[in-house]
Each structure stands twice: as structure tokens, then as C-alpha cells.
């Protein structure tokens, strides 16, 4: 057991999925994998261990925010020995060609700040995926039919954002999309000689103001869970 996570020794596979939203953990656990345990639910953060294909599986919540991904990616990667972490989050689309449902697999992740910026001190740090789970994403994805969108998206502090510079700025970089966690994820996964990769799915678009509701997200989710299952475990 750590600080944040209640799981005995062993109950945290090797590979965990990281979705935000703990619910999230839920839903796709039951969806997708077999014999489900629930492994942790302190502070009501959910994890669940299954196996998809015999392959041993954690789907676990990391909350909003880098600080609380932080907190989660650090256990589970130096307490319980996780080797493979992919994020399976929902962003704001930045690029007119980027749409709603669509999927969008991070390259690198640009931020303001990262929780590890203290140890970095001078240093912008260029947080990356792992290429393996990368390249295997984007053969998953063409294999169930979707078209990804591969490159660099930003990683913000903030969900209400009062900075329409910067948005603008990060636009006309080509970012391709929004999200809260995965800068982080990539510089601890680096850090700790782990693999990393986020994949998200457009939930809302910022230029369009489009948004999907609470349905619509779940059932557009599927897509990148299985891409995520099919990446840590390609053929
Ligand atoms: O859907 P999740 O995985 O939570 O990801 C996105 O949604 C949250 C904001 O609503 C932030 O965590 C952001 O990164
Ligand atoms: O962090 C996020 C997630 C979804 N949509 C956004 O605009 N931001």
C-alpha cells in the first residue's frame, strides 16, 4: 500500500492505462478486460486489474491536473512497478482539421510549468512518447479503421483558461489538441525508465465551441481504450 493507492503487492499489473477520470477506469475495466478486481479506491480514485487477451492490465484514475497525475504515475511506477503507462484522456481540439470523436496520439506534450520543473530548473525539458507504443498506436489505430491525429498537443495547468494568446500562439504552432496530464506523464516515465504514450479522444473543440455531452463521451471512448489495449500489446 502507498500514500494514495490501496493495493496489495502484485495487484498493480506491469502495463496500467491512466485515464483522468476514475469513472472512466470503470467503465472501460468492465468494458474491456476480464476477471476484473478492483485493486484500489482511496479518495475514491479507482483502479482495476483484468486481463485483455491473458494479458494482465491496470485501469486506473489519475485526476485532473498534472499535480494528481504526478502523484499517481510516481506511486505506480516506484512502489508497484509499473513499466508501461498509457493515458486514455479527453482534449480540446486546436486545429480546424482536428474533429470531434476524433483521436489524437501525442508525440510530445508542451507546457507552461510541469511539477518535475523544479528539478529541471533552466532546462525545457522536451517531453516525448515512447516511439515503440507510438508507432504500435498508430498501426492499431489503422487496423480498427481510424485515422489518428499524430503530434505534438499542450499540456495546461488550468481547465478555464484566460489566455487566449497563448491558445492562439500554440495554434499557429500547429498544437493539435489540449489536455492536462500527459507533459508530466512523459517526463516521469523518462525520469524512471518507463514507457509512456497519451492517447485522447476530441471532446470539445476550441475553435468551434462544439462540445460532446456525458453520453457521447463514454461511447466515443471505445476507440482509444482498444487502441491503447492493442498498442501495450501488439501481435
Ligand atoms: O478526460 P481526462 O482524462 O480527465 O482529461 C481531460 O479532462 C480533464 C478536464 O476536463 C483533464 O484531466 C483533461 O486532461
Ligand atoms: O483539458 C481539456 C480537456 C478537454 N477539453 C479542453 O478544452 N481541455
Redesign the pocket.
Known amino acids: 500500500m502507498t500514500v494514495h493507492i490501496g493495493a496489495k503487492p502484485g495487484q498493480i499489473a506491469e502495463t496500467v492505462l491512466l485515464?483522468?477520470?476514475p469513472k472512466?477506469a470503470e467503465w472501460a475495466a468492465h468494458s474491456f478486460l476480464e476477471g476484473v478486481e478492483l485493486v484500489n479506491d482511496v479518495r475514491g480514485m479507482l483502479g482495476y486489474t483484468g486481463t485483455w487477451n491473458g494479458h494482465r492490465v491496470t485501469i486506473h484514475g489519475?485526476?485532473?491536473?498534472m499535480s494528481s497525475l504526478s502523484i499517481y504515475a510516481n506511486e505506480l511506477i516506484r512502489d508497484y512497478g509499473a513499466k508501461t503507462l498509457v493515458?486514455?484522456?479527453?482534449?480540446g481540439a486546436m486545429q480546424a482539421h482536428v474533429a470531434l470523436r476524433d483521436v489524437v496520439i501525442a508525440m510530445t506534450a508542451s507546457s507552461i510549468s510541469t511539477p518535475s520543473s523544479a528539478i529541471l530548473r533552466e532546462v525545457n525539458f522536451a517531453p516525448c512518447a515512447d516511439w515503440g507504443l507510438l508507432h504500435a498506436a498508430v498501426t492499431a489505430a489503422k487496423a480498427r479503421g481510424v485515422n489518428p491525429h499524430v503530434g505534438g498537443i499542450y499540456?495546461s495547468d488550468t481547465?478555464y483558461d484566460e489566455r487566449p494568446d497563448l491558445t492562439e500562439q500554440m495554434t499557429r504552432h500547429g498544437t493539435l489538441a489540449v489536455?492536462?496530464?500527459a507533459a508530466e506523464l512523459y517526463t516521469l516515465a523518462a525520469r524512471h525508465g518507463a514507457r509512456a504514450l497519451a492517447i485522447?479522444t476530441v471532446?470539445d473543440h476550441l475553435q468551434t465551441g462544439e462540445a460532446l455531452d456525458s453520453t457521447a463521451r463514454e461511447s466515443s471512448f471505445g476507440d482509444m481504450v482498444e487502441i491503447a489495449l492493442m498498442a501495450a500489446f501488439p501481435e
Do not use: K, Q, T
Not at 489519475?62 to 491536473?65: D, E, K, Y
Not at 493515458?87 to 482534449?91: E, K, M, Q
Open positions: 485515464p483522468g477520470d472512466r489519475s485526476g485532473m491536473g493515458r486514455i484522456g479527453s482534449c499540456s481547465f489536455e492536462m496530464e485522447l471532446s
